[in-house]
């Protein structure tokens, strides 16, 4: 049995979850797509060395196109100013990939129309972590609600919102 199969399992074991489930479904919710962006919350997945590498080849590229190409030192430094912003990896040690959580939360109500709540979302997350076997099994709802907040709150993350809505919408 994979792990969506034991994610769905796990959905119809848990009544409360197993409700949310089968609306969300009712409402057009891919719970595959639900299942891989808790998979990579869980996990936390870090995308910090990859960006991390990313950011240096763009450095090594603007530096070549001043030394040898005539940019502009100005437009170099817009370039690089820009080049830190999108390759940063200020965020990534966390416990938990709230990009992930974050994302999920924005296609759940791009879907349904409607915000999903902290207690829908930590269903659905202690589904996925009893379906990976990652433990703790039991997730507070408290929790979720907490980061999803903060992360909405601090300012380093607004543009990335922005971006993660539009990538939601032109998905759909």
Known sequence: MNGFERFIENLRDNPGACEVAARLKRQGVDLRRVFAALTVYAENRSIAPERKRRGKQHREIVNR???????????????????????????????????????????????????????????????????????????????????????HQNRNNHPFVEILRKDVLRNL
Do not use: C
């Not at 196109?65 to 817009?78: D, K, L």
């Not at 966390?94 to 709540?117: C, G, M, P």
């Not at 902290?118 to 709802?141: I, Q, T, W």
């Open 65 to 151: 196109g001043v030394r040898n190409g005539g940019m502009a030192p100005e437009v170099a430094r817009w370039l690089l100013d820009r080049g830190e912003l999108a390759h940063s990896t200020v965020g990534f040690s966390r416990a938990h990939n709230v990009d992930s959580l974050a994302w999920l939360a924005l296609y759940l109500e791009a879907v349904t129309a409607k915000r999903a709540s902290a207690s829908e979302l930590a269903y659905l997350a202690e589904a996925a972590n009893r379906a990976l076997e990652l433990k703790p099994f039991d997730v507070d709802p408290e929790t979720i609600g907490r980061e999803l907040r903060r992360y």
